[in-house]
């Protein structure tokens, strides 16, 4: 059974720093793009960053370029996204997915989230 | 980036009722579009992928159709477990970009 649990979410003052990690099971992790998502009340689902198989290509959405890292470890099947100089706006619940593996640009699972609260 | 439109923002159905949600890329994103259904405190669930594909487990009442920009996803006969939040999802280019939801209540 495929499982991604997320953790490291959690109340940071804005400035702060936060790395969230998400652990995957039940599937070879190092055939798939991986993904964070999250989401808002006030705008929905929003697409983060993404990772290629080997670590080699990385997105990332424009409001987090230079803040945020994606990495992976295929070794601990882990995916983890280091955040810095985190803002209000960047308060969210966070999602792991995992990207399909034949590449149509859906994500196939997801975690359960995780939150992060950015507030003074 | 690539927006995506999803109309209506909500709406209001039956048990039975057969609905229909739209979603329009701003620019052609040929059949690269998936639906998504969510449900509160949890995390969405894929449901159509590529346009028109039933993910596995999803139930035959959920069909979607379109190319280009414009795309629809149809729930042929309303059941209780489908009150939930649908949104589309381009899978064309990155960044990946998700309508606004559409929110299906009950009547």
């Known amino acids: 059974e495929v499982q991604l649990l997320e953790s490291g979410g959690g109340l940071v003052q804005p400035g702060g720093s936060l790395r969230l990690t998400c652990a995957a099971s039940?599937?070879?992790?190092?055939?798939?793009?991986m993904s964070w998502v999250r989401q808002t009340p006030g705008k929905g689902l929003e697409w983060v960053a993404n990772?290629?198989?080997?670590?080699?290509?990385?997105n990332y959405v424009d409001s987090v370029k230079g803040r945020f890292t994606i990495s992976r470890d295929n070794a601990k099947k882990s995916m983890y996204l280091q955040m810095n100089s985190l803002r209000v706006e960047d308060t969210a619940v966070y999602y792991c997915a995992r990207d399909d593996y034949g590449g149509n640009g859906h994500f196939d699972y997801w975690g359960q989230g995780t939150l992060v609260a950015v507030s003074s | 980036d690539i927006q995506m439109t999803q109309s209506p923002s909500s709406l209001s159905a039956s048990v039975g009722d057969r609905v229909t949600i739209t979603c329009r890329a701003s620019?052609?994103?040929?059949?690269?579009l998936n639906w998504y259904q969510q449900k509160p405190g949890k995390a969405p669930k894929v449901l159509i992928y590529v346009a028109s594909s039933l993910q596995s487990g999803v139930p035959s009442r959920f069909s979607g159709s379109g190319s280009g920009t414009n795309f629809t996803l149809t729930i042929s006969s309303l059941q209780p477990e489908d009150f939930a939040t649908y949104y589309c999802?381009?899978?064309?280019?990155?960044?990946?970009?998700f309508g606004q939801g559409t929110r299906v209540d009950s009547k």
């Open positions: 990772i290629q198989q080997d670590g080699s290509e990385k």
């Open positions: 039940g599937f070879t992790f190092s055939s798939h793009w």
């Open positions: 620019q052609s994103i040929s059949r690269y």
């Open positions: 999802q381009q899978g064309f280019r990155t960044p990946r970009t």
